[in-house]
């Protein structure tokens, strides 16, 4: 068996065990990685660069070479390099399964519209921290419903679309790498007074890690608009004009495709824990409301799915052309 055939095939069981299964419920590889993470952070903490840069370089390169032994343990024994057999399935299967989380997005989603659907706020407040950073008691129904939208936005990128396709590109070793740099990035890549420095590596990896991704995130939100009665050119300006100004280059694309394809305005007053941010208006028309929060998380799912079928497709054609190009090398 080819390796991309494997690679993929791997990716598609991976996907569909986060659909049927969604995060393990004990014993969760990030959430332990995440503890190992938080160790390590109060070892070599300093509030300078060159010790948060040694801190991820050390914690992502170590996930890296797991991820590469893992994977090199799963070949057939004497067989060529680029060979594949059932095995490899498995493992990138399971790294697969473990690094997703668009099922657990999904489900989080809906429990959050149902409590603002019921009018329980203290509810709906207290699920909100499961989506992001803000802070819940600060926040209306309105400002809860605003939240709950653009973390599923940003998180379908982050959480579905970004492992799918560094699994594409780089097997077992890209899934967990990724895993690894945009869990950092949730722990320590804040701007303020405590991470300004030490998490200035952790938030830059991020955002380089996710600079493909989060575009093909918003490709499939503007190609997938008319699921849930969007209009893809809505969807296709908010990104032209309306991305660049977020201060995040990928969280940027992210909501305002899916403000466009919602009709509705994302951004504005944002607080979190460590502070009040005024972030750039995403999109036209009105605020958030309940009934938008279920068409994002039901046009989550179908980016969910076109991400999956796009990083197959992917690892078989790059699966195909390594093979060619070794070949090519050794003919003389």
Do not use: K
Not at 237 to 242: G, K, L
Not at 269 to 296: F, N, S
């Amino acid at each position: 068996m080819r390796y991309g055939t494997a690679r993929a095939a791997g990716l598609l069981l991976g996907f569909a065990a986060d659909r049927i299964f969604g995060d393990p419920r004990r014993g969760h590889p990030v959430a332990l990685f995440g503890s190992a993470a938080a160790a390590a952070e109060s070892a070599c903490y300093r509030d300078a660069r060159g010790p948060g840069i040694g801190y991820t370089a050390a914690l992502v390169g170590g996930v890296v070479i797991l991820g590469g032994v893992a994977e090199r343990l799963a070949r057939p024994a004497g067989r060529p390099a680029r060979a594949a057999g059932p095995a490899t399935i498995v493992v990138t299967g399971a790294a697969t399964w473990t690094a997703l989380g668009g099922t657990t997005l999904a489900r989080t989603g809906h429990r959050m519209a149902d409590r603002l659907g019921a009018g329980d706020l203290a509810g709906a407040r207290e699920i909100l921290p499961a989506l992001c950073g803000r802070d819940p008691y600060a926040l209306d129904a309105d400002g809860l419903a605003r939240a709950a939208v653009e973390s599923i936005a940003e998180n379908t990128s982050d959480a579905t679309v970004a492992p799918l396709i560094w699994g594409a590109i780089a097997g077992v070793p890209g899934i967990l790498g990724y895993r690894a740099i945009n869990t950092l990035d949730a722990m320590v890549g804040y701007r303020n007074e405590r991470y300004r420095h030490f998490g200035w590596a952790a938030a830059r990896t991020d955002d380089v890690a996710n600079l493909v991704p989060a575009r093909i995130s918003g490709i499939l939100t503007v190609a997938l608009a008319p699921l849930i009665g969007g209009r893809r050119a809505d969807a296709r300006r908010a990104w032209r004009r309306d991305a660049r100004s977020h201060p995040s280059p990928n969280a940027g694309v992210a909501e305002a495709t899916m403000a466009g394809a919602l009709g509705v305005t994302l951004g504005g007053r944002t607080e979190y824990g460590h502070g009040v941010e005024m972030r750039p208006e995403l999109g036209d028309g009105r605020a958030p409301v309940v009934a938008d929060l279920r068409r994002a998380v039901r046009l989550s799912a179908g980016v969910q799915v076109g991400a999956a079928v796009v990083a197959a497709v992917v690892a078989y054609a790059l699966g195909r052309r390594s093979p060619a190009r070794a070949q090519r090398r050794v003919v003389p």
